[in-house]
């Protein structure tokens, strides 16, 4: 007997379309990166964007992005990051809302339920989870409880050890609340996320953990400096298997 595929969601993160700091041509490392999933066989079933879309939050480099993710051709979900502006991410990917309201929604994808959380907090690199966004989370996971379900965010809900991208990240007071609400419901099976620029795993309430790298460049890794710094790693992406109630991840690099 044939089995069918698992459906699959591949994860971005941090393309920064528009920098300049990194080295390289951020739009050139996407390219490369939608390639590689363009290649993937079974093709994915949909691609998240794990926020960080433009570095600049232009319009310009909205547009281009969406351009080039539309090669893929399959279903795209945004959210975003510290870099990013809420109304020209709704202006460009057709979210609901109005203006700067958080992006925050839920899609049913069969045998996945993906639930995604904004953590930007306006006018800062780190990241926020207030009551109003923890109760909305709350609500929209019980909205559906027996669908294995993935929580998308862009600040990791995790330390890492990392001191620059610790002192930018979550408050504890924000993951605090977070992890009361995760508890509350066992069919959230991974919590992912971006901000980082490395493939960082680790555990939450009891659940899996995965920050996807980023498609421009990657975080050195140092346990001791308080400033950030990036090396010669390639772009990286995740991907994401729903599989028999549970999620399997992988992170694949791109040459």
Do not use: C
Not at 27 to 49: I, K, N, S
């Amino acid at each position: 007997m044939v089995m069918a595929p698992p459906l699959t969601v591949v994860q971005l993160s941090d393309p920064h379309l528009g920098a300049l700091w990194g080295g390289a041509d951020p739009l050139d490392r996407l390219a490369a990166t939608v390639g590689h999933v363009r290649a993937m066989r079974p093709h994915p079933d949909a691609v998240l964007v794990s926020g960080d879309l433009a570095d600049n939050a232009e319009d310009a480099e909205y547009e281009q992005l969406a351009q080039v993710l539309g090669e893929i051709g399959a279903p795209v979900y945004v959210l975003p990051g510290n870099h990013d502006d809420r109304a020209g991410l709704r202006r460009h990917f057709d979210l609901d809302g109005t203006s700067d309201a958080p992006v925050q929604y839920a899609v049913d994808l069969e045998e996945l339920r993906l639930v995604v959380l904004d953590t930007k907090r306006d006018g800062a690199d780190g990241g926020q989870l207030d009551s109003d966004r923890l109760a909305w989370l709350d609500s929209a996971l019980d909205v559906e409880t027996t669908v294995t379900t993935l929580i998308a965010m862009h600040h990791p809900p995790i330390t890492t050890g990392i001191p620059a991208m610790d002192a930018i990240g979550l408050p504890v007071a924000d993951r605090d609340g977070l992890r009361d609400v995760v508890a509350r419901h066992p069919q959230v099976k991974r919590l992912v996320s971006g901000h980082v620029h490395r493939a960082i795993a680790g555990e939450f309430a009891g659940r899996a953990v995965l920050a996807a790298p980023s498609t421009y460049v990657q975080l050195e890794l140092d346990f001791q400096t308080s400033g950030l710094s990036f090396s010669a790693d390639p772009p990286g992406f995740a991907v994401h298997l729903a599989m028999d109630g549970q999620v399997i991840s992988h992170v694949q690099t791109v040459a």
